[in-house]
């Protein structure tokens, strides 16, 4: 995409879909009801269908062609700060707790972690942009292949997935012998970095950042990024099997994030223009520049 093509996505994303500006704050909500994934749930059918399509599809060779498509990193150049309010208007289709934007929710968890952690700047700044790989929704790509929980693929899917394994019955690696037993093509102990995950943000804004020779995360902040939504992993304790040692001493690195990321859906909405100048302070710090997209 060309840089005009990029200030188009950047100007169609401007305004913020929230709840009614009438209220302050969004309902409390207790921990025990936030990701269900029952009929009871507000967003029920909107999240089951996004999920369907999602098992359906994201086979082996499709999230191979997918990665292989979006890390050509040929959609355009922009900075991480107007990436993130690209993402102004979209709203998670997978996400059965929130119908607010993901450019808030970014703030949200921002500013949960600096809360509990104000001495972890770049922890901060993870929880800022740990979801900004969904611009590929903005680019025109299905959100069933951005957001949502991801899992391995090349192996079985476990009952830990959101709807549990049946639900991947009509995807093409089901029955497929090569790819349905516990270990797949994967040997144990291999480590996650050696597996295929079924494409989406989180391994999308770990390849952009990868790709840019001026990003100086950690390592922790890479790793939450790219496994953040590997729930049925992080929360459901499946696919250990897969797991190395790293894998283990970082697992609780995404855990202490997962308590922000998931429970500040509730917290007030954020003030994002004035909360912005410390963000991209961070930004500058460590993900200086323009990133190719």
């Not at 967003?43 to 996004?50: A, S």
């Not at 599809?57 to 700060?81: I, N, P, R, V």
């Not at 902040?221 to 040692?245: K, M, Q, V």
């Amino acid at each position: 995409m060309s840089e005009r093509g990029v200030d188009q996505v950047i100007s169609q994303q401007q305004v913020v879909h929230i709840i009614d500006p009438s209220d302050k704050f969004r309902p409390e909500k207790k921990e025990e009801l936030f990701r269900d994934y029952t009929a009871k749930g507000t967003y029920f059918n909107r999240v089951k269908n996004t999920y369907n399509q999602m098992h359906t599809k994201q086979s082996y060779d499709f999230a191979k062609g997918k990665m292989d498509y979006w890390m050509k990193f040929d959609h355009g150049e922009m900075t991480m700060l107007d990436a993130l309010y690209c993402l102004n208007n979209l709203v998670d289709e997978s996400d059965p707790d929130t119908d607010i934007a993901n450019s808030v929710h970014a703030f949200q968890t921002a500013e949960r972690i600096r809360q509990i952690h104000p001495d972890k700047e770049w922890f901060h700044l993870v929880g800022l942009i740990h979801d900004v790989g969904k611009v590929m929704a903005c680019f025109g790509e299905s959100q069933w292949c951005v957001v949502g929980d991801t899992f391995p693929v090349g192996c079985a899917f476990a009952d830990e997935c959101v709807f549990g394994h049946r639900s991947f019955e009509h995807n093409p690696d089901f029955n497929n012998p090569l790819y349905s037993s516990m270990l797949g093509i994967y040997e144990e102990k291999c480590g996650l970095e050696n597996v295929i995950m079924s494409w989406g943000h989180d391994e999308y804004l770990y390849r952009v950042l990868r790709s840019h020779k001026e990003c100086s995360l950690p390592e922790e902040a890479y790793y939450i990024i790219r496994f953040h939504s590997f729930y049925p992993w992080h929360t459901g304790e499946a696919y250990n099997y897969l797991c190395n040692n790293k894998d283990r001493e970082m697992l609780e690195w995404i855990k202490e994030f997962n308590k922000f990321d998931l429970y500040s859906k509730a917290d007030p909405l954020p003030d994002m223009d004035e909360l912005s100048s410390y963000y991209q302070m961070l930004i500058d710090k460590y993900i200086p520049g323009k990133l190719k997209w």
